[in-house]
């Protein structure tokens, strides 16, 4: 291999499914970058050892991805304060010969709002997240820290007061049945579980008690419309879906790596669109 090509990875296992090398793939054919992404698959049994030795196989730096994220978080040698907040570290580099962790995705999500529904207003608004694992958590930071207020509405409702705990003023904690109040006065409606993913069962709230120009966002992007942004675009809200977020968190990786920034251009979303209709 020759040296001056730069190699990075996304680790975890699974891993084929991952549309993250398609990504950086593009990035670095359009920028000209002599480098590599690549998968790398790794059962929970010898992940801490590959991870804590990636200069030695190659790689300036990769993503993690399920089941590995909280483990990256507790081996790297130093987080930044995204990675503390969230908890768990999804891209990691290495300055001088440490492993350093952080975690792109509340970055991601609050870009993507940004672009595709530019002026939504964080500061002051109110969100209503339902959820309470890792996505949940980066999404209540970035939304934290533009200024918003947020409630989380969980099916286990201990693990949403645990996280509204960890976060303090401005966010609070409640199960499903919350909904009903909570949903009049939500500017923002992020779903952040896994129900509406293919081969998950759909995600069964009650839209009529939300405020009507109440922005609709989800995570979850196969299928690119889920059944709850086709119930919220036919009710007349704006909608958000999850694949842009996973372009926007890319950049963050690929700019430590490559050392440039990279753009999310129309051409690439429809890349990984024609790639998740397949
Ligand atoms: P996670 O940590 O496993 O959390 C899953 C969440 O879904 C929990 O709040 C869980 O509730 C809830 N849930 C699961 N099954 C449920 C059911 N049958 N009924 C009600 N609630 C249920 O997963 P995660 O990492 O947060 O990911 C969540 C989703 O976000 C996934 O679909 C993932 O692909 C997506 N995501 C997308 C992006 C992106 O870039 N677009 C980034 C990150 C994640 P309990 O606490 O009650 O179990």
Redesign the pocket.
């Known amino acids: 291999m020759n040296s001056a090509v730069r190699r990075a990875c996304v680790m975890g296992h699974p891993i084929s499914h991952s549309r993250s090398p398609m990504i950086h793939e593009y990035w670095l054919a359009q920028l000209g970058i002599a480098g590599r992404y690549e998968l790398v698959d790794r059962a929970p049994g010898s992940f801490a050892d590959f991870f804590t030795r990636l200069a030695e196989h190659g790689y300036v730096g990769g993503n993690i991805t399920?089941p590995h994220k909280e483990a990256a978080f507790r081996l790297v040698a130093r987080r930044d304060a995204i990675a503390e907040a969230v908890g768990a570290v999804n891209t990691v580099w290495y300055e001088g010969a440490r492993l350093v962790g952080s975690n792109s995705?509340p970055h991601?999500f609050i870009a993507n709002l940004d672009a595709v529904a530019p002026g939504w207003g964080a500061a002051g608004s109110r969100a209503v997240i339902l959820?309470?694992?890792?996505?949940?958590r980066?999404a209540a930071y970035a939304l934290i820290e533009r200024g918003a207020d947020v409630a989380l509405a969980?099916?286990?409702i201990e693990?949403a007061r645990a996280l509204a705990g960890h976060f303090g003023t401005h966010v609070s904690g409640h199960g499903f049945d919350a909904l009903p109040a909570l949903l009049p006065n939500a500017d923002l409606l992020v779903n952040?579980?896994?129900?509406g993913?293919v081969g998950k069962?759909p995600l069964e709230i009650d839209l009529a008690p939300l405020k009507e120009n109440a922005l609709v966002c989800d995570?979850?992007?196969v299928p690119l419309e889920t059944p709850l942004l086709a119930r919220a675009r036919a009710r007349g809200h704006r909608i958000v879906d999850?694949?842009g977020?996973?372009l926007h968190?890319a950049g963050f990786g690929f700019e430590k790596w490559f050392g440039v920034m990279p753009k999310v251009t129309q051409e690439l979303r429809a890349l990984l669109e024609a790639d998740i209709r397949k």
Do not use: E
């Open positions: 399920v995705d991601g959820g309470a694992g890792g996505a949940a980066s969980n099916r286990t693990r952040c579980t896994s129900l993913m069962p995570l979850v992007y999850g694949l977020m996973l968190q």
